[in-house]
């Protein structure tokens, strides 16, 4: 089964903000692995296939931290996250 794998930069000044950005993905069904590091701001995350990267950045601006910049599979994606209609 293939899988994707999606890079954050998010601003994290404490424990407590990468604490949180944890549990959000702890959360999400499909997450397969993560790595969320203070001290490089970044979050990596390993997903099942069927996980798409929009979800994955909904989920992180959902704790209130701001994104800088994203990837999935290597490639540059737009960090907007579209409303709630």
């Not at 949180?20 to 790595?35: M, N, T």
């Not at 701001?41 to 390993?46: C, D, I, P, S």
């Not at 929009?54 to 540059?76: C, F, H, P, R, W």
Request: aromatic share 4%; hydrophobic share 35%; with cysteine.
């Amino acid at each position: 089964m293939a899988e994707h794998n999606y890079k954050f930069n998010v601003t994290m000044s404490c424990s407590g903000c990468s604490g949180s950005v944890e549990r959000a993905l702890k959360k999400l069904d499909g997450v397969k692995s993560f790595d969320v590091s203070l001290d490089t701001q970044t979050a990596n995350v390993t997903t099942e296939e069927n996980v798409d990267y929009n979800t994955v950045l909904q989920k992180i601006a959902k704790t209130g931290k701001k994104i800088n910049s994203g990837e999935a599979d290597g490639k540059t994606m737009p960090i907007e996250v579209a409303a709630a209609a």
